[in-house]
């Protein structure tokens, strides 16, 4: 059975041939560290956190569109029994 180590290799090779390039960096306690592009990794990371804060806010969008149906119902209701 493959470690997991020999998938990631086989992967990164195939990723090469593809003429892909390896953007995310290797384990720290590997013994042969391999090439990777520091700055397309920042850049990945800082689109990932934007993906990542839009997310959270559509979450929070839309609690507030839930809150404000029921505060639109419950005024329709106060005029309704007060009207």
Known sequence: M???AMIA??????QKKC???VIIPP???RKIQREYD???YKLR??????????????????????????LEERSRLLQFYSG
């Open 45 to 70: 990371h800082l689109v990932e956190n934007a993906f990542l804060k839009l997310k959270r806010l559509r979450g929070v969008a839309s609690r507030m569109q839930k809150r404000l149906l029921r």
């Open 2 to 4: 493959p470690t997991e």
């Open 27 to 29: 384990k720290k306690n």
């Open 38 to 40: 520091k700055y397309l």
């Open 9 to 14: 290799m086989k992967l990164l090779s195939l």
């Open 19 to 21: 003429g892909m390039n």
